[in-house]
Structure formats: structure tokens, C-alpha cells
């Protein structure tokens, strides 16, 4: 495997996370210190929301805040059932009378995202919020089973496939009056970052952080590719994509430094976990989908994502790639960007 790990762009990488880590921490020293308080949500009680890899981290506190707000929850998790236990017994003890469940996926193989989705289909839940939050970062090079490079996997292709697969129940859950939403955590380095469409799974060259920064590239331009099919098929269901901030979890486990500097420097989870619920349920965000949040502001996301052609490019190569686990199901065109 040939190594495509450029010096000036890891140099970039940091130097950019250190800016927004430094912009962060002064934005929540002086201008944000109340947290999700003061904000106005959406009706909860009764709603049902899935996120996938709450079992920990910046998943877990969000499951966790959302059932605080009355919410049903089903976890998706590559956690043993023995693990999976002892997460919920942690959850029903914070909040005895909840309704959650963990739900086994591995989102490195395709056909477990299936099963998982149809598992969803023929328990005749409805899905008010789903949110595709679980990743992997900076990991050492793994072409999974189906053929994917494993942060493209696990960041993105199983995200789009669960969300396609789970989109006609998401759509019979919203209304005009209470849409449901699609929440993408990706991350402020999609930035720094470019589609290597010749080689989009890493089959002929390397380099784990292009890798993670691709991924979270492709979760923003999907997110607005997605918003704007829905929004012309007058379906009422929003899409959104989040940066959580700058979170000490264990996405950092391939970081050497972080174990020293992260639990001193870094946010709590429970910080990026605010931001995810803000984006779910706020009520600021009813009128329009498309948004990219960071600090419950909606910002500009690259003008590389923004292209037109280039999300049409990725939309395309996408459902390409996953026609082999969405044949029955075809919700979603082919090519949306021209509609
Ligand atoms: N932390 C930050 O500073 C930061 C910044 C920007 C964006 N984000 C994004 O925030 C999201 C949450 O990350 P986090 O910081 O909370 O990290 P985390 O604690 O490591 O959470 C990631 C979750 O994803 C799950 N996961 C990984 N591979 C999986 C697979 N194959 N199948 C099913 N689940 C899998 C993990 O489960 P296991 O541990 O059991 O594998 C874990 O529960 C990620 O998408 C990340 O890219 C985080």
C-alpha cells in the first residue's frame, strides 16, 4: 500500500483543530455558558429517536439527554450483548421509566446494516430523529468485506445506506407540523478536505487522516443532497449536519498525544452531545434543512461541498456502490442535483 500522508496537510489539519479547539473554548467561556437552557425544542414525549454508537462518548450523552426529554431511544451498537447490558442498565437507572434498547449493527459490513434496518422496518416503530453519529478516526488502513475503505464504511457508506433503508418510515414519522430530521455528525475538517474520486476507498494509496477527512466531507454533501431531494418531494423530513466541537472520547484512541493533553484541553461529551439535540429538536430549525451547525449557529459549510456537480458526482458513485444492499427499496434517485 503506498502512503499518500502529505506533511504540509497533516501540518494543516492541526493547526486548524488547534484554531477551532482555541475559537471553541473562548466562545463557551464568554458566549455560551448555558448550554441547551433558554433554547425552545419540539415535542418530545412519546417520539422515538435512533442514534447509532451511543453506547459511548458524544452517542451516549445524547441518547442519554434525549431520553431526559422523553424520548424513546434505540441504540445502534457493535457492543457484545453483555456490554450492550450494562449500558442500558446504566441508562434505566438515570431514567427508570424510559423506553430505550441497544440494537446490534456493524456498520463495516453492509448486510448488517440491513438487517438492522429491516429489523427497524418490521418492528413498526416510527422514526422521528435518526442520528448517524457513530465513527471512527484516523485508524490504520482496512478494506472492509464489502470493499470499502473502514472510515468510509463506518462514517459514511453504512450512514447513507441505513438512512435510505430506514426513509420510508422517517417519512411517514414527520409531518408539516413536526418534520422528522436526519442528523449527520461530521466535523469541521471536511474544511481541509477533497474528494479523491479515482481512488474514493484508499484501494491504491493510504493515508488515515485524508481518509477521516473525506468521510466527514462526503457525510456534509450528502446531508445536502438528501435535504434538497426531500424538500422537492415535498416530504416532511429535514436533514442537517453538525461539527460537535473539539470532544475528548474515544475517537482519539489512534492519537498518541491526546490521552495526556485531551482530558485537560478537550470539551466534555456531554458539550457535543448538546449540539447533536439542538440540531434534532430546536425549534429554529423547523423551516429549512440543508443547515451545517456549529455552537447552535447554522454556518457555512466548504464551497467544495456546496458544488453542485461534485455532490452529484458522490450521490451517483454512492448509490453505485451500495445497489447491492438497496435493490427492493429505491426511495431515492439516482441523480438529484439537476432536479
Ligand atoms: N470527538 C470529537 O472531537 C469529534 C469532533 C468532530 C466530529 N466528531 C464525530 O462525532 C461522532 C461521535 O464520535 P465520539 O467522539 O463520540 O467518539 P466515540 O466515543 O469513539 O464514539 C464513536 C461510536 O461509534 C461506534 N462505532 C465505531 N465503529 C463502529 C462500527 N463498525 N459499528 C457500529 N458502531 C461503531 C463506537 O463503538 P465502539 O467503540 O464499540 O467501536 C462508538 O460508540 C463521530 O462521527 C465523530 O467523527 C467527533
Not at 455552537?295 to 466548504?302: A, G, I, M, T
Request: aromatic letters at 12%; proline letters at 4%.
Amino acid at each position: 500500500m503506498i502512503s499518500r500522508c502529505n506533511i504540509s496537510e497533516i501540518i494543516a489539519l492541526y493547526v486548524f483543530s488547534a484554531w477551532y479547539w482555541f475559537v471553541e473554548w473562548i466562545t463557551r467561556l464568554f458566549f455560551l455558558k448555558s448550554g441547551l437552557s433558554g433554547q425552545v425544542f419540539l415535542r418530545c414525549e412519546g417520539r422515538t429517536a435512533l442514534i447509532t454508537g451511543g453506547t459511548t462518548g458524544i452517542g451516549f450523552e445524547t441518547a442519554r439527554i434525549l431520553l431526559s426529554f422523553g424520548m424513546n431511544v434505540i441504540i445502534g451498537s457493535n457492543l457484545s450483548s453483555a456490554e450492550s447490558e450494562k449500558c442500558l442498565l446504566k441508562l434505566r437507572s438515570l431514567y427508570p421509566k424510559s423506553k430505550v434498547e441497544i440494537w446490534y449493527i456493524d456498520l463495516k459490513c453492509m448486510s448488517s446494516v440491513k438487517e438492522f434496518a429491516e429489523k427497524y422496518l418490521r418492528s413498526g416503530l416510527p422514526l422521528h430523529v435518526l442520528i448517524n453519529n457513530a465513527g471512527i478516526m484516523f485508524a490504520p488502513h482496512e478494506i472492509t468485506e464489502d470493499g470499502f475503505e473502514s472510515h468510509m464504511a463506518v462514517n459514511y457508506f453504512s450512514h447513507c445506506l441505513l438512512t435510505k433503508l430506514l426513509l420510508p418510515v422517517i417519512k411517514q414519522s414527520g409531518n408539516s407540523k413536526c418534520k422528522a430530521r436526519i442528523i449527520n455528525v461530521s466535523s469541521c475538517l471536511h474544511f481541509l478536505s477533497q474528494i479523491d474520486f479515482s481512488d474514493l476507498n484508499s484501494l491504491i494509496s493510504y493515508c488515515p487522516h485524508h481518509s477521516y477527512m473525506q468521510s466527514k466531507l462526503c457525510q456534509v454533501m450528502f446531508t445536502l443532497s438528501l435535504n434538497r431531494f426531500l424538500k422537492i418531494s415535498n416530504c416532511p423530513v429535514l436533514v442537517h449536519c453538525i461539527h460537535p466541537g473539539v470532544i475528548y472520547t474515544n475517537l482519539y484512541r489512534y492519537v498518541w498525544w491526546a490521552k495526556y493533553l485531551g482530558p485537560i484541553l478537550f470539551q466534555k461529551p456531554k458539550i457535543g452531545a448538546e449540539v447533536a439535540v439542538y440540531a434534532a429538536l430546536s425549534e429554529n430549525l423547523e423551516n429549512d434543512g440543508g443547515k451545517y451547525i456549529e455552537e447552535y449557529v447554522d454556518v457555512k459549510p466548504s464551497n467544495y461541498s456546496k458544488d453542485s456537480e461534485l455532490q452529484s458526482r458522490l450521490w451517483n458513485e454512492t448509490w453505485k456502490l451500495l445497489q447491492p444492499w438497496c435493490d427492493e427499496v429505491d426511495d431515492i434517485p439516482s441523480d438529484v442535483s439537476s432536479e
